[in-house]
Structures are given as C-alpha cells and as structure tokens.
C-alpha cells in the first residue's frame, strides 16, 4: 500500500544533543509537510517542502531545519533539542497539480523525548 | 489568533448515540473543510471533507454540514461506537501557491461509552 512512513517511532535524544527525524512516501507526492504536535493540541506546520523549494512558516524557530534529497525522502533535523521541543512530530504529503488534490496524508509520527 | 474555533474540547456519548463536533472560522478564503480523526500515538487520518458549495455530505455514519452563511460546520457522528473513539480535528485549507496551507481547530477528545 502507498503510504508516509516515519522512522523512528520513537526517539529519546538529550538536551543539545542534534538529532535526525526521517520520512519517506510512496505516493510520489510533489509536497511534504513537517507539523509538531505537543500534548492535547492541533498540529502546527513547521515548513514544507514543493519539490524542492523549502517554504519555512514565519514562527519556525530557526533550530529547526529540513532537507529533501529526493522526491521520496525528508528529513527534519533539530539542531540542539530544548525540552520545549518535546513533541509529537508528524509528516505529511499531498500533490499538487491538474486536478488537485487537496488531502494531506499523514504518517504516524515520531515521538521525541528530550532528556 | 484562533481561525478555526472547535468545540466542545471533550465529548462523552453512549453507544449509539450521535455525536456532535462544531467548529467556525472567520477567513472567508478557505476552501476547502477536511475532518481528521487521530488515534493516540498515530497520525491524523483523513475523515471526511466538504467544499464551501456544498451544504452536507455523508460518508456512512459520518456527515459534515456546512453553512456558508454562518462560517460554521460541522460534524455528526451517527450510532456512535466504542471503537469512535478519538480525537477530531477539524481543519480549514486554502490553496496557496501550490500547497495546502492547513489551520487546524484545537481538537475534540470523543469518548464513546458501552
């Protein structure tokens, strides 16, 4: 089946300490999405990525950064991890083109412990 | 600021009965008005989704009324069951410059009891 896959599912990392959250699709999506989501709250968009432009929300600390080598791959990479960036982090595709598409779709998300 | 205003933030229904999730927004742009339903520890899964033309769309058990007029919509959960129980978010997208800008409403915790 086509689908966003997340690696790890879980991820305990210590304060300061880089770490590399990973996701991949198979449904050849032009778009992917980056959202933290912390406990009992809505999901909030980090940056994404169309193609290869990397689009950052205004309010994305600057910690937080993202490569997409390819068109299957993403990867979010926190720089040095605060126990504020504790977190649920979940990433998303869709495609854009003649006759959008406007679903995301989710993967399962990587939980983020930071010590 | 809050564009998309959900409530309640916590629902207890019985087997069977019909839950009831609203939600508003103010942005007139939005476009479209997916709903998702997410698991503890999974991702959201899309639900169900409605555009602005439309007044009401049902999907089994699940139905979305939209009123344009209002800026409101929302979702209705019919015969709920155990296994219904989640969170749903409703959400709000515009189409900007090739991607789906998505605002998200605070979540509703739906406990659906035997």
């Known amino acids: 089946d086509a689908m966003v896959i997340q690696n790890p599912r879980y991820q305990v990392t210590q304060f300061g300490k880089p770490v590399t959250l990973s996701c991949s699709q198979t449904?050849?999506?032009?778009?992917m999405y980056w959202y933290q989501q912390k406990s009992s709250q809505a999901p909030k968009l980090l940056f994404h990525y169309y193609d290869k432009d990397f689009n950052n929300e205004a309010d994305t600390p600057d910690n937080f950064q993202s490569r997409r080598p390819n068109t299957s791959f993403c990867f979010l990479d926190i720089r040095s991890p605060g126990l504020g960036d504790a977190a649920m982090y979940l990433c998303?595709?869709?495609?854009?083109?003649?006759?959008?598409?406007?679903?995301?779709?989710f993967g399962p998300g990587t939980r983020l412990t930071v010590t | 600021q809050q564009q998309v205003k959900q409530s309640p933030q916590s629902l207890i229904v019985q087997k069977g009965g019909i839950s009831i999730i609203n939600c508003a927004y103010e942005n007139t742009a939005f476009d479209y008005f997916p709903w998702y339903q997410q698991f503890p520890g999974k991702g959201p899964a899309l639900l169900i989704a409605?555009?602005?033309?439309?007044s009401e769309k049902k999907e089994g058990r699940f139905t979305i009324s939209f009123n344009k007029s209002a800026k409101q919509f929302s979702l209705h959960i019919m015969d709920s069951q155990p296994g219904d129980s989640a969170t749903y978010f409703c959400?709000?997208?515009?189409?900007?410059?090739?991607?789906?800008?998505?605002?998200f409403g605070i979540g509703t915790k739906l406990q659906v009891i035997p």
């Open positions: 409605i555009r602005p033309d439309v």
């Open positions: 449904l050849n999506h032009n778009v």
């Open positions: 998303a595709t869709s495609r854009v083109g003649a006759g959008n598409s406007y679903e995301q779709y």
């Open positions: 959400a709000a997208t515009i189409n900007s410059g090739g991607y789906q800008k998505v605002t």
